[in-house]
């Protein structure tokens, strides 16, 4: 072997290392889900010795594991449906109205990027009560729109700008709605934006705590990251219970995340980089 | 594509009507969930509303000097900066040379960047509490028989060290999103730059330097802005590890926004501890922006 070549092995053999180093967390969270609450308690460290699968069958129930992870799944997929397509077509009307004001609203949208969530805390629940909207999942929803429309909106204008500028022009000689121009021509050539948004939005909503912790307070409308803040408590010291909660409650987004898992990396550093 | 001729009402008026129904329902929503709150924010901060009652009195400016000498909130205000600091630092210098790492022909390169992203996809809460875990036993044994002291105690209960194990686990949780991004920089380096500076017997770290640096700058003024904003924004992680203990020793300003709005019922100063949160993070991200920017172009 060629110098260089053993250069490169002793660099992917400290890289590999590197990486199970990396993964230690997962080894503890692995390893407690299934060890007997004694084991857990007497002697945390140690290799398992039994395979304990009640331990994910009593933290399915306790932490009600179909009912969280419905609700988790229509608040963050109806989130972001309404996100793309509000969003989609209110950028598209900035870039081609002739309106001067509205055009120049883009600023006021994306200067909400900079404002962060902490300055409206006590409003944001206030404004939730008064329009009743407390606790319910449909009002989350439209609310996670209204808050996630900055970012949206910063990422389609890079996008939609680049569209060329003729194919609207014909389509305009064609006689063509803009409501059609839009869904006919623009939405098409946005594939890889929303792509990027989705995964954004996606990961956010459905990892979201603070408010889930704020708006949703009945046990039956607790989503998964929300109910483990309440399991807990409830689960006191019984780390073999907690952690097979929480690699329950990874896993929907985990194995998201291996079947997609090119998409989600390109999608992610084709947003960076365009913004 | 062929599309059928209108026959609605000729031209620019029916246009009118099409974009306002496209463009209302954004506005709106953005109005009333994001526009609104943000305004009622701003102007409780002049108020002593506790967040329940109606009853409301302007106080002026005094939550706003009440700030600036209340020792409670100049701590958080300055964990927020160290922390910030450290976590845009570590984070990119660790995700670049993760990212130089995995850049080269490794066999396995594409199933170690997969696994250092995983943390990223996980939740923000989740994260924290099973590091307080690892950090209250298993880093405690850890250091038990490696010999050093500072990891032989809790790290989360001691005051000196809470804070920096704060910023070591949004690290971990992080650096594969950074390093991600950093990636699709390299991967755009021209390959024949890089021979020709080969040829030319550029190598190691002046060969970083000088080439491979200078081309990935748009990413590097990204990830700055990227990691910074998020670790400003930063609540649910420190939230789980330590809940800003012991004291208020971890706690960043976001969490004392938290307490003083729903735990102690003094909306109005966490209203106006959010106006200060905003005005800092607006400031420091146009600043950098500039700066930046400029050092691309110059760059360039």
Redesign the interface.
Known sequence: MSPQKIR?AT??LL??AF?CV?????Y??IIFAVKTPAQALMD??SFPTSFEITNFVKAWQMTDFPRTLSNTFIITVTSVFLIVV??G??????H??RNRF?RS?YYF?IA?L??????????????MKDIGFMDSIPGIC??Y???N??FA?FLFMGFIRSVPGELAES?VM???????M?W??YFPLLKHVISTLVILDT?AI??D??YPL?ILQTKRHQT??LV??VF?SEANTQ?NL??AS?LL??MP??LV??AL?KNI??G???G??K? | ???K??K?ISGFA??TI??T???L???I??L???????I???I?SFTD?D?LNSNVNFIGLRNYKTFFHDFVVLKPLWNTFVYAFWVTIIQNVCALALAL??N?????RNL???????P???????VG???S??FT??MA?LGGRLGIDVMKYNMLGNKATALGAGIFVSV?KGVG?TM??Y???LQ?INQEIQDAALVDGVKGFQRFRYITFPLIA??FT??IV?VM?GA??Q??LI?ALTGGGPGNASEL??LT??RE??EYYR?GY??T???I??LI??VL?LFELLVLRKREDNIE
């Open positions: 490169r660099g992917e890289m590999i990486t990396f993964l230690f967390p997962f503890i969270m945390p460290l509000v969003t077509m209110g950028t598209f009307v900035m081609r109205t509205v609203l949208f909400g900079m404002i962060p969530f902490y300055l409206s805390l006590s409003p944001s629940v206030k404004l439209i609310s729109v209204g808050r429309i900055p909106v389509a064609d006689g063509c709605s803009p409501y059609r839009y006919g021509i990961m459905w990892n705590f603070l704020l998964l990251t483990q803040y807990r780390w907690i952690f929480y409650s990874m987004l985990l995340y291996f898992q990396v390109e992610i550093a084709a960076a980089v913004g | 594509m062929r599309y001729k209108r609605s029916g246009d099409q974009y129904v496209m463009f329902p954004m506005l929503l953005f009333v969930f994001s526009t609104y709150p943000v009622e924010g701003v409780y509303w967040g790492a995995l080269q022909k490794f066999r396995t170690l960047r997969t696994l250092i992203f995983i990223v996809v996980l939740s923000a809460l989740i509490y099973l590091w875990y690892i036993e298993p044994i971990w999103y991600v991004i990636l699709a920089g755009n748009p990413s990204i990830n990227l904003e400003f924004k609540f649910d939230f300003l976001s926004i938290y709005s729903f909306a966490g209203a501890m959010g106006v949160l905003a993070i607006i991200s």
